[in-house]
C-alpha cells in the first residue's frame, strides 16, 4: 500500500512539472504566432500549400516560439513574483527552479531554429532567431527603461508572418510586409489597453508599457487613436495591390472602424470600462481579418 502511495505521489509530481512546463511555453500566444504564419503561407502561395511544408513551418515556429516565451519568464522572473497577475507563473511560484526553464527554453529555440533551417530554409530560421533576439534582448530589458518598448515589442508579433511566407517562397515580399505592417499595427492598441489595465502591476515593477507621465490616459487614447487610423488604411492595401478581393476589403474595413472609434471613445475617456473594451475587441479582430485573408485571397 504504501509503494502504491509512493508510486502514485511520483506519477503526480511529474504530472504537475509537465503541466508547469506546458504554462512557461505561454500556448495561447504559441498559437497566435501559428495562426499568424499559417495564414500567411497560406496567402503566400495562393492556397496552393504543400502540406509537408506547412506543418514543417508550423513546428519550427511552435518549438522556437515557446523556447522564447520560457526564456521571457525566465528573465523575468523576480519581477514576476511582485506582479499579483503573474505571480502564479510556473517560476515565481517554485513550481520549476529557473535553471530548468533556462535549459528548457534553451533546448525549444535551438530545436526550433535548427529543424526551421532543415526543413524550410536558412530565411525562416534566421527569421524566428531574429524575433526570440528583438523579443528577448531588446523588448525585455526595455520595458523597464522606455515607453519605445510597446514599439519595439511589437516587431516579434509582425516577424511570423514574415517566416511562414519566406517559408513557402524562399524570400520576403511586398506583400508580406504589408501583411506583417498589420500585425504590426495590430498589437499596439491591444498592448495600450492592456497597459492601462495592468498599470497599477506595471507600476509597482516599473514597466513603462504605457507613458510614465500620464495618468488620466490622455497620451495613451490619442496614441490609440493614431495606431487605429494607421491599421484602418493599411488593411486595406493587400486588395490595392491585388492580393485579395472585395470581401477581404468590405471586411476590413470594418473591422479597423470599429477599432478606430474604440480608440476614439477611450481617448475621449480613458476608463477601465473603454481600455477593456479595445482589448477584448482587438482579440476578435486579428483572428476575423486572417480569415478574411484566407477566404479571399486572390487564386
Known amino acids: 500500500m504504501k509503494e502504491t502511495n509512493i508510486s502514485n505521489s511520483k506519477q503526480s509530481s511529474w504530472k504537475s512539472k509537465i503541466a508547469s512546463y506546458y504554462k512557461l511555453t505561454k500556448p495561447g500566444i504559441t498559437l497566435y504566432v ?11 502561395v ?7 511544408t506547412l506543418l514543417e513551418t508550423l513546428v519550427g515556429i511552435a518549438l522556437g516560439s515557446a523556447g522564447a516565451l520560457s ?5 523575468e522572473r523576480d519581477l514576476d513574483a511582485l506582479m499579483v497577475r503573474t505571480q502564479s507563473r510556473p517560476l515565481p511560484s517554485g513550481d520549476l527552479r529557473p535553471h530548468e526553464a533556462l535549459l528548457f527554453g534553451v533546448t525549444l529555440l535551438l530545436a526550433g531554429t535548427v ?3 532543415l526543413t524550410v530554409g536558412r530565411l ?14 531588446l523588448y525585455t530589458p526595455l520595458k523597464t527603461r522606455s515607453y519605445l518598448a510597446t514599439l519595439v515589442g511589437a516587431i516579434p508579433g509582425a516577424l511570423p508572418v514574415l517566416i511562414g511566407w519566406s517559408a513557402a517562397t524562399g524570400s520576403i515580399e511586398f506583400g508580406s510586409v504589408l501583411i506583417s505592417s498589420i500585425a504590426f499595427l495590430w498589437q499596439l492598441p491591444h498592448v495600450l489597453a492592456l497597459g492601462w489595465l495592468l498599470r497599477e502591476d506595471y507600476n509597482r515593477v516599473g514597466f513603462l508599457l504605457t507613458p510614465p507621465t500620464d495618468p488620466q490616459g490622455k497620451q495613451i487614447g490619442r496614441h490609440m487613436v493614431y495606431h487605429s487610423a494607421a491599421l484602418l488604411i493599411v488593411s486595406g492595401l493587400p486588395t490595392l495591390i491585388g492580393m485579395t478581393g472585395a470581401i477581404y476589403l468590405l ?18 475617456n480613458m476608463s477601465e470600462v473603454s481600455a477593456r473594451k479595445i482589448f477584448r475587441w482587438s482579440l476578435l479582430y486579428q483572428p476575423f481579418l486572417l480569415s478574411l485573408l484566407l477566404i479571399d485571397s486572390i487564386r
Open 124 to 137: 525562416p530560421a534566421f527569421l524566428m532567431a531574429l524575433s526570440a533576439g528583438i523579443y528577448l534582448f
Open 46 to 52: 495562393q492556397g496552393n500549400i504543400i502540406h509537408q
Open 251 to 268: 471586411g476590413a474595413v470594418a473591422l479597423g472602424v470599429v477599432t478606430l472609434i474604440l480608440s476614439v471613445l477611450a481617448a475621449i
Open 34 to 44: 501559428m495562426l499568424t504564419a499559417g495564414a500567411s503561407h497560406y496567402v503566400a
Open 71 to 75: 526564456l521571457n519568464q525566465y528573465l
Open 115 to 117: 529543424y526551421l533551417t
